[in-house]
């Protein structure tokens, strides 16, 4: 603290980083709030899964028990109930019953539990969106910076592999990708990686969406490597490593960060795709695509099997698209923070 000419004491404002300003301005966003909030309690949900099956619902979600009954205000009630149609032919099972304890949602063909089920279908379909998301962005960066800051045969040599995969549609490269590892799992080396093994449906699902996220990133290296403190840089005789890390990724850091959630997003609509063509997450987990394949052949009769996934997948893809747009836009107050600084 310093003090005037007339001695009085003059407070000296901290000056916030632009990190904390881009920080400030997310929170001061209530729709990415809102949605940040939704998609903590649909992880925490589908990590709880495990003590809502055994100590709340009872049950297990992976066993087939098409003659288990569940109590119902003190009464016993069948799982498996005979058809409404006019023949009264074949069982069905039981509708949702709103009680926590007791087919929350109903129950499915085998008679497992929809909500116990739901949750951790959850957890698969959320950890390989992440997961995949994370891995491709690790990707598309080492792509996207390479081929945006070296440029000559590296910038052709990657643009032109990016065009090829980007050529492909994503869901018909991904499937060809799935139908291969699933039929015979895959196999580096010494290594043997089986069909069932969610790292397959990461690995794919990342790899198809690499050349979405490393054509911004690529964009963002070109304009920066013009920029004039990486010029200064260069006539200073600085070395191109220490330019590349310490000017060039950590300003396309922030490209980066906006398009997390939005490769997340479609990580997790490719996931649930290919789960539901059983050819990603495989029997006996369960994922929200496999719940809605199981509740296909219910859709007249007990809806609740595939719309419950389908809500979950409709709210966690609009909660991240709308985070990545919060993220947009605070890190562009960043940005201009940055530079008038």
């Known amino acids: 603290m310093s003090t005037t000419l007339s001695g009085e004491p003059v407070t000296r404002r901290r000056v916030q980083g632009p990190w904390e300003v881009a920080l400030r301005a997310l929170v001061r966003m209530p729709s990415a709030m809102i949605s940040l909030a939704v998609l903590v309690l649909l992880v925490l949900a589908s990590l709880a899964a495990p003590l809502y099956a055994s100590l709340v619902a009872h049950t297990d979600p992976f066993a087939s028990d098409v003659a288990a009954t569940v109590s119902i205000n003190g009464e016993d009630v069948p799982v498996m109930q005979p058809n409404t149609n006019r023949l009264h032919l074949g069982l069905t099972p039981i509708g ?98 089986r069909s069932d093994n969610l790292i397959l449906p990461i690995a794919i699902i990342a790899l198809v969406y690499v050349p979405y996220a490393a054509r911004p990133i690529r964009g963002r290296v070109l304009s920066l490597r013009q920029a004039e403190f990486v010029l200064a840089a260069r006539c200073l005789g600085v070395s191109r490593t220490r330019i590349l890390l310490r000017d060039i990724l950590p300003n396309v850091s922030t490209t980066l960060i906006v398009l997390a959630p939005v490769i997340m997003a479609l990580a997790l609509l490719a996931e649930s795709a290919l789960s539901f063509l059983s050819i990603g997450v495989q029997a006996p987990a369960a994922s929200w695509g496999t719940i809605i394949e199981d509740g296909q052949g219910l859709i007249y009769t007990r809806p609740m099997v595939a719309i419950a996934p389908g809500l979950a997948i409709v709210f966690t893809v609009l909660a991240l698209n709308i985070l990545g747009d919060g993220l947009r836009d605070a890190l562009d107050v960043r940005e201009t923070s940055r530079r008038r600084t």
């Open 96 to 193: 949702p019953t709103w009680r926590a304890d007791a087919d929350l949602l109903g129950a499915d063909s085998q008679g497992r539990d929809v909500a116990a089920r739901l949750l951790y279908g959850g957890r698969n379909s959320l950890l390989i969106s992440g997961s995949a998301a994370i891995l491709c962005i690790i990707m598309a960066a080492v792509v996207g910076i390479c081929a945006g800051f070296f440029g000559g045969i590296v910038d052709i040599l990657l643009s032109r592999l990016m065009d090829i995969m980007w050529a492909i549609p994503v869901y018909l490269f991904a499937i060809s990708l799935s139908i291969v590892t699933v039929s015979q799992g895959l196999q580096l080396g010494p290594f043997t990686i």
